[in-house]
Every structure is written in C-alpha cells, then in structure tokens.
C-alpha cells in the first residue's frame, strides 16, 4: 500500500467517524440523553464488550436452565436473545 493509500484510507475512516459523531449530536440535540448502542462507532469497544458480555449471560442461562426451571429466568434469557439480535 502506497503512502497516499494509507492516507487516503484513514481520511475515509475519520469521515466516516465525523459522520458517525453527527449523528449522536443530533440524537441529543433532540432531546434524546438516553444513548442508544445504535449510535455507537462501528468498532466501539464498549458494544463489543456488551455483545461478548450479554453472550455469556444467556450461555449460562440455557446451561443452568434445567437446574433452576424459572420462568423469570426464561423470559429473561429471551429478552436478553432479542437484544443481542437487535445490536448485532
């Protein structure tokens, strides 16, 4: 890779992070304090770390899931499913 690739690339990635951090300063400029994953950087590494995190917990709940048969539980591990889909 050339030295003007190089550059060119990282200017196409700062750009794209500009446009990233507009976005979020709408969202609050809207009233909205609450941030959402959604607005996040592509490669945030606290969504990472949410995903492996949530990932865990619903791997434990499905194991332990005939020792501690609870419906709280149940509903629980499937609501954290759908929000793992959801910021996947």
């Known amino acids: ?5 190089t550059v060119e690339r990282h200017i196409m990635e700062i750009r794209s992070n500009v446009e990233a951090l ?3 300063l709408e969202c609050c400029g809207e009233g909205g304090d609450k941030i959402s994953l959604e607005h996040c950087l592509v490669e945030c590494p606290h969504k990472r770390c949410l995903k492996e995190t949530l990932l865990e917990v619903i791997t434990v709940l499905e194991e332990t899931r005939r020792n501690f048969k609870s419906k709280r539980l149940e509903l629980l591990r499937k609501r954290l499913l759908r929000i793992l889909a959801d910021i996947s």
Do not use: D, I, K, P
Request: net charge neutral; no cysteine; glycine share 12%.
């Open 1 to 5: 890779m050339t030295l003007g690739e």
């Open 22 to 24: 507009a976005r979020l």
